[in-house]
C-alpha cells in the first residue's frame, strides 16, 4: 500500500513551457485534491475531485487544468508556466465521510525560470 | 471570509518539557479543526482533529483544546522528542456537507536537545 505517490519529485520549468504533474493513490479515495505550497506559507487549494469525471475549482486555479479519469489518477497540468507557479506541489487524497483526514504525497518541487 | 492563522511563527522547546502551539481560526461555522505536522521534505500528516461540539480531545501523546467563545485551537505534545521537530498546521473543515480543508500558515517547533 504505496498511500499517494507523486511524479517527478523535482522539475525545473522554462517560462512559457507546459507540464504535467501525476498523482495517484492506491486507497480507493473518493476525494483527491492539489494542493500548492510556497516557501514559509500555508497550502493553497489548486483544484479537487469528488469521484472520476468529477472536478472543481479550489482557491488559485488558474494557471492549472485538471482531470479525474479514474479513481486512482488525479493529474495536474501546467499551461504555459509563469515564475508565480514556482512553489511546491502536493497532492492528496481523502476517503468519504473523513474529509478532513487528508493523506498527502511527498510533493513535487517546480521552479519556473 | 475564512482564515485561520497562527500565532508564532517560531517555537523553540527543550526535549522532555511540553509543547503548545496556538491558533486563532475566524469561521464560526467550522465543524472540525485538524491539526497536520509537516517534516523537511515531506507532505504533511494529519495528527489529531477535534469537531466543533467538543472542547478537548487526546492522542498519543498530544492533546488538542478547542475554545469556541474566543475562536482559539491549540496542539499540546507532552515530553517533546527530536522527532516532534517540524512545521505544525492548525486547519478547519466546514459543516456543510463537504466542504474543502483550508490551512494556516504554520508554526515551526525546533526541540533543543
Known amino acids: 500500500n504505496a498511500g499517494v505517490t507523486q511524479t517527478p519529485k523535482f522539475r525545473i520549468l522554462k517560462i512559457g513551457q507546459s507540464m504535467t504533474l501525476q498523482c495517484a493513490q492506491d486507497m480507493n479515495h473518493n476525494y483527491m485534491y492539489w494542493y500548492r505550497q510556497d516557501p514559509g506559507m500555508g497550502l493553497k487549494l489548486i483544484y479537487y475531485s469528488v469521484g472520476a469525471g468529477i472536478t472543481d475549482k479550489g482557491e488559485v486555479p488558474n494557471g492549472y487544468n485538471v482531470s479525474r479519469s479514474t479513481t486512482e489518477d488525479f493529474p495536474l497540468r501546467l499551461e504555459l508556466a509563469a515564475p508565480s507557479q514556482t512553489s511546491v506541489y502536493f497532492c492528496?487524497?481523502?476517503?468519504?465521510?473523513?474529509?478532513?483526514?487528508?493523506?498527502f504525497g511527498s510533493g513535487t518541487q517546480l521552479s519556473v525560470l | 471570509g475564512e482564515s485561520v492563522g497562527l500565532h508564532l511563527p517560531t517555537l523553540s522547546v527543550q526535549e522532555g518539557d511540553n509543547s503548545i502551539i496556538n491558533c486563532a481560526y475566524s469561521n464560526s461555522a467550522s465543524d472540525y479543526f485538524i491539526w497536520y505536522k509537516q517534516e523537511s521534505g515531506k507532505g504533511p500528516q494529519f495528527i489529531i482533529d477535534?469537531?466543533?461540539?467538543?472542547d478537548k480531545r487526546q492522542g498519543q501523546r498530544v492533546t488538542v483544546l478547542l475554545n469556541k467563545t474566543v475562536k482559539h485551537l491549540s496542539l499540546q505534545i507532552a515530553a517533546t522528542q527530536p522527532g516532534d521537530s517540524a512545521v505544525y498546521f492548525c486547519a478547519e473543515k466546514g459543516w456543510r456537507g463537504y466542504q474543502k480543508v483550508t490551512f494556516g500558515t504554520g508554526t515551526k517547533l525546533q526541540v533543543i536537545p
Open positions: 492528496a487524497s481523502s476517503d468519504r465521510g473523513s474529509y478532513e483526514k487528508l493523506f
Open positions: 477535534i469537531r466543533s461540539n467538543m
